[in-house]
């Protein structure tokens, strides 16, 4: 099962090519500070050489012993810059060769021939290439480093702003006496109070009081989002102008800030498939530079002489070293973490989103996923009463009723600003239902059963009420008087109707949508009908959703999309993984990603983000290595006879504008538009 995952199997420490992780003593700040450093020290570099004083048409200003500047800033950059590289190469020796050996070959040898010249050796000196070279690769590092560990900074520095004391009700009272506490001391289920402009300590419910929330740093969405009674609200966001009282349901490690954390902690661990694909690349760019450039050193020395066979060398050498390579990947990541994050997304393992292009099916739990989890009227069939009449005296009875279809029914009637009538001698009958007096009659609302425990007469639209509901998999209640059933309400979960636009945007895409549910086979197929999935799975066994997964892959890269402890294992079988946002614990740990805003057309912009990340990464590999096509073979001298000899300067200008190219590009994704 776990094979779909690689994620699963890496180690914190895995060897990156050169192992330029933590766990090679590298972090974002080293690679920053050395980029700095040497980008300062190729200035002068920079301003003291030939090549730019004739290309900018200016003379340096020369003073005793400058022509010394430039070898001694040099030997700084090689050995200050470069040595983490050579470091690497090293490292690399010891298992494969990949993009540290290429770029330690290429600074080496450009320092060592440089050098050279300035000592006397016939020839034109490497400096100004092998600075840039040097800073261009300190800088891929860095932003890789960087692009995942910004993130998580960014979540620590929010936990230093979560209050570290809570206003919380003693007794649990919502009219009793109010203390402040530590947050460490509050518990599950404590009643705090959160103050206008005040951020909110804990995950929870709010049972008192209408505000708006500012979630940004949860959804990206700068804009309040409303909260009333029922609504949860998260530690780390801010409490608008409302007061409100909020019953605890996650502390400590539960909190969603917590879990974030871990989940970008993990996703720092996870590598990109492409990156591995860079270094792939590199590998055999390596062996290319040593088979040309020694095959152009022999051939030079055949029909030249020793100086022009080794400045052959050295640019081929030089210029199989593409600046680009090493940022192709790291430039795209960033923009794909910066894009998720905008819309919603979490990326917990990279590989992931680049299987995303691939996926053919995708499968969805139906509880909580692609309904909203809880009970809503669906139909009202009344008899002797108009359907809101009816509505209303089943709301006067189920106001005090804690049952999850009462307070669907109270609900209904809120929604729809009905007036509720008074209701007295308030009776519940356990195991059938309640019953009072509303509007000086007796009525009772309860289950079908009791209708004919009572020996009512039922009409026909009751009958047919009662028979709509059992045959679509609805629950439904019965309203009676004294005499007769009067009316029927069926109640069911209700279907997001944001579910209804991912399943026609997967058509669209020409991916199949599947549901995948352990309820009854009426109530799947009639959720399935609503929606328009043409393929269900009804009765399903959480080992069972495995098995049908892994039967659909079989047809091609499936995604699963779920929020339930029973979904784990799926998200964890699947090719794809994607948890909701707001489901359990172990769920959001099993997914490849995690949608925050707990809406379902987010995984379709999961799909959408894969694709266009694939597209920008081969684009960028493309860019980083396509001009070596041409310019290595140029700068072995295969065209020399013809009067064209590729020049470390113009190979140098190839280098930098493939470089522009890359990062132009790979900052366009951060424009994409994913719904």
């Not at 003693?170 to 947050?183: A, K, T, Y």
């Not at 989103?353 to 692609?370: Q, S, Y």
């Not at 393929?535 to 892994?550: S, W």
Request: aromatic fraction near 8%; charged fraction near 20%.
């Amino acid at each position: 099962m776990a094979q779909s995952h690689s994620h699963h199997h890496n180690e914190p420490g895995a060897h990156r090519a050169g192992g330029h992780g933590k766990h090679a003593g590298h972090d974002p700040e080293m690679f920053k500070r050395r980029f700095f450093v040497c980008l300062v020290l190729t200035l002068p570099i920079l301003y003291y050489s030939e090549q730019m004083q004739k290309w900018f048409g200016y003379t340096a200003l020369l003073f005793p012993g400058w022509e010394w500047v430039n070898p001694i800033l040099a030997i700084v950059v090689f050995f200050y810059g470069g040595w983490v590289f050579l470091k690497g190469a090293w490292h690399e020796f010891q298992g494969k060769i990949g993009m540290m050996t290429l770029i330690a070959l290429a600074i080496t040898v450009a320092f060592v021939y440089s050098l050279a010249v300035s000592f006397g050796l016939a020839g034109i000196p490497f400096y100004w290439e092998l600075a840039t070279l040097i800073d261009v690769m300190l800088l891929g590092h860095w932003i890789e480093m960087r692009s995942v560990e910004t993130a998580s900074r960014a979540l620590e520095e929010l936990t230093k702003l979560v209050p570290h004391q809570a206003h919380r009700y003693r007794d649990r009272n919502p009219e009793g006496q109010i203390e402040d506490v530590s947050v460490k001391e509050i518990v599950r289920g404590d009643l705090i109070l959160i103050r206008p402009g005040e951020q909110i300590s804990n995950d929870g419910e709010i049972v008192e009081g209408n505000t708006a929330v500012n979630e940004s740093f949860l959804t990206g969405e700068s804009r309040p989002v409303e909260k009333q009674k029922g609504d949860e609200v998260v530690a780390g966001s801010v409490n608008g102008e409302g007061a409100i009282k909020v019953e605890v349901t996650r502390v400590g490690e539960a909190t969603t800030i917590s879990q974030m954390k871990r989940l970008v902690e993990e996703a720092q661990k996870s590598r990109s498939g492409y990156q591995v694909l860079a270094d792939r690349i590199a590998f055999w760019l390596t062996l290319v530079a040593i088979a040309v450039g020694t095959l152009t050193f022999v051939v030079w020395l055949v029909f030249e002489d020793l100086l022009f066979a080794i400045n052959r060398t050295v640019t081929v050498l030089v210029i199989t070293c593409p600046h680009a390579l090493g940022l192709a990947i790291p430039l795209v990541i960033v923009s794909a973490t910066a894009l998720a994050a905008k819309n919603g997304i979490l990326i917990r393992n990279r590989e992931a989103v680049e299987r995303a292009r691939n996926i053919k099916t995708m499968a969805f739990d139906k509880t909580g996923t692609l309904t909203e989890g809880k009970f809503g009227v669906q139909r009202i069939y009344s008899e002797g009463l108009e359907e809101m009449e009816a509505l209303a005296i089943a709301a006067a009875l189920e106001t005090s009723s804690e049952h999850p279809l009462a307070k669907a029914i109270a609900t209904e009637a809120h929604k729809r600003n009905l007036q509720i009538p008074s209701m007295a001698d308030f009776e519940t009958v356990t195991g059938r239902g309640v019953g009072g007096k509303v509007n000086g009659q007796i009525y009772r609302i309860g289950r079908p059963e009791w209708v004919q425990e009572q020996n009512l007469t039922v009409t026909s639209s009751v009958k047919d009420g009662l028979a709509v509901a059992d045959e679509r998999g609805e629950s439904a209640v019965v309203l009676m008087n004294r005499t007769s059933a009067v009316a029927v309400i069926s109640l069911a979960d209700r279907v997001r109707e944001r579910a209804r636009q991912t399943i026609d945007r997967l058509k669209e895409l020409d991916i199949e949508p599947i549901m995948i549910t352990g309820d009854a086979e009426a109530v799947a197929r009639t959720v399935a009908q609503d929606l328009g999935i043409e393929r269900y799975y009804a009765r399903v066994l959480p080992e069972d959703k495995v098995n049908i997964l892994k039967k659909l892959k079989k047809e091609g890269a499936t995604a699963f999309v779920g929020d339930g402890i029973n979904d784990a294992a799926a998200l964890l079988e699947a090719n794809m993984g994607i948890a909701i946002g707001a489901g359990t614990n172990v769920a959001i740990e099993s997914a490849d990603l995690v949608l925050i805003e707990d809406d379902p057309l987010d995984a379709v912009k999961a799909l959408n983000l894969g694709k266009k990340t694939y597209r920008k990464m081969i684009q960028n590999l493309f860019w980083a290595t396509g001009y070596n096509v041409l310019a290595i073979p140029l700068a072995a001298g295969v065209a020399y006879s013809w009067g064209l000899l590729l020049s470390p300067a113009i190979g140098a200008l190839l280098m930098s504008l493939s470089t522009v190219i890359v990062a132009i590009n790979a900052v366009l994704l951060r424009r994409a538009k994913l719904a």
